[in-house]
C-alpha cells in the first residue's frame, strides 16, 4: 500500500494504471458505457430496445462462452477448442431437434457428454502426456470442426425446436430476452464453483503457483482436468443456447467465439499467467467486447480493421494487467 505522499508523487499515467489495475472489472464498466454514449452520439437511432435486447443476447452468450475459458485461464491453461463445441453443438441441437419440441433433455445429454468428453480430452493432453495447451486445443479444435463437416456435408441440418427458441429469444416484457433467465442459473453456479467450494480454492492455488500446490496436498493434474471438463460441458450449453438464439447453425458458426472469449476474460482482468481473475470481470469483458464490435459495426469499419481494433485493445490491456510480478515467482 502506498502512503499519502507517494500516491501524490505519482503521475497521471501511474495512477490512471493503478486504477485498471486495482478493479479492471469496474474499469472495463466505464469504458464500456463510454462507448455505448459514443455510439448513440455517432447514430442516435441506435438507441433503441430492439438493439437493447440484441446487444443483451449478444453479451449472454459470450459470457457464457467465457465461463470455460476463465476457468481454464485461472488454472494456468488456455482452451482454443471453445468455438468449435459450441458451433459443433449448435448444429448437434438443430439436427436433433429438427423443430420438434419436446427434446430438450435428449439433446441436452448428448451435448453435455460431447463437451465433457472434448474437456477430458484436453486437459489428459495438456496435463498427463504435457502438450502445450495453445497448441493441442487448436488442433482438437481443428478436429471438431472437420467431424462437422463431415456429418453435415458443411450445411445446415434441421432447426431448433420453437419452445426451446422462445426460451432464448422471447422479449420478457417486450424488451428483456429471455436468455437472462439462463444467466440467473449459470452466472450463480460458476460465481459458487469460483468463490465457495473447494475446487474454486484449489483452482486458484494451481494456477498461481502449482509446485507449492502439490506440496499442500493438492492434486494438479486433476484439478486442471476437471477445469478443461467444465469448460467442455459450460461451452456444449452454450452452443445449445446459441442454436435457439439463431434458429438454425451451420459448421464454424461460432468458431469466432474461441478467440473473442479469450479477449473478453484477459480484458476482464483474468491474466494469461494463471491464479488471477474473476468471472466478473469476465461478464464485464464480454460486456465491452459486444459494444466496442456494435460501435465499430455502426462506424462502418470493414472486419480486417475490426481485427486489428480488437487486437491492439488485447495488447494494450495485457500490457498495463501483466506488468507487475507473477505470484508464482
Not at 447514430?43 to 481454464?72: D, E, Y
Amino acid at each position: 500500500m502506498l502512503n499519502n505522499d507517494q500516491r501524490s508523487a505519482l503521475t497521471l499515467g501511474q495512477k490512471s494504471v493503478m486504477f485498471i489495475q486495482a478493479s479492471p472489472a469496474r474499469m472495463v464498466v466505464i469504458i464500456s458505457f463510454f462507448l455505448v454514449l459514443l455510439t448513440i452520439v455517432y447514430n442516435p437511432p441506435s438507441l433503441n430496445w430492439n438493439t437493447f435486447g440484441s446487444l443483451t443476447s449478444l453479451t449472454m452468450l459470450l459470457s457464457f462462452c467465457c465461463v470455460g475459458q476463465t476457468f481454464v485461464l485461472i488454472g494456468g491453461g488456455v482452451d482454443f477448442t471453445v468455438g468449435s463445441v459450441m458451433s459443433s453443438t449448435a448444429v448437434l441441437t438443430c439436427y436433433l431437434m429438427n423443430g420438434q419440441d419436446g427434446r430438450f433433455f435428449h439433446v441436452f445429454f448428448f451435448a453435455m457428454l460431447i463437451g465433457a468428453v472434448v474437456g477430458l480430452f484436453n486437459g489428459i493432453c495438456v496435463t498427463k502426456i504435457e502438450l502445450p495447451p495453445m497448441i493441442i486445443t487448436v488442433a482438437i479444435g481443428n478436429i471438431i470442426t472437420r467431424l462437422s463437416f463431415v456429418m453435415t456435408s458443411g450445411s445446415p441440418r434441421g432447426v431448433a425446436a420453437p419452445s426451446f427458441m422462445a426460451s432464448v429469444s422471447y422479449r420478457i416484457g417486450g424488451v428483456l430476452p429471455s436468455i437472462v433467465l439462463y444467466a440467473g442459473v449459470i452466472w450463480t453456479l460458476v460465481f459458487f464453483l469460483l468463490n465457495r467450494s473447494t475446487f474454486g480454492m484449489q483452482l486458484y492455488l494451481v494456477g498461481n503457483n502449482p509446485s507449492a500446490a502439490a506440496l499442500n496436498g493438492i492434486n494438479v493434474k486433476k484439478v486442471k482436468i476437471f477445469s478443461y471438463v467444465l469448460s467442455g460441458i459450460f461451452t456444449a450449453f452454450t452452443g445449445m443456447l446459441g442454436a435457439g438464439y439463431l434458429g438454425l447453425a451451420r459448421c464454424q458458426v461460432f468458431d469466432d467465439y474461441a478467440f473473442n472469449s479469450l479477449i473478453a476474460v484477459i480484458i476482464g482482468g483474468t491474466s494469461f499467467l494463471g491464479g488471477i481473475g474473476t468471472y466478473s470481470g469476465s461478464i464485464a469483458g464480454a460486456f465491452l467486447l459486444t459494444v466496442l464490435s456494435n460501435l465499430l459495426t455502426v462506424l462502418q469499419l470493414s472486419q480486417p480493421i475490426k481485427n486489428i481494433v480488437l487486437g491492439s485493445v488485447v495488447v494494450l490491456l495485457l500490457l498495463i494487467y501483466n506488468r507487475g510480478k507473477s505470484v508464482r515467482q
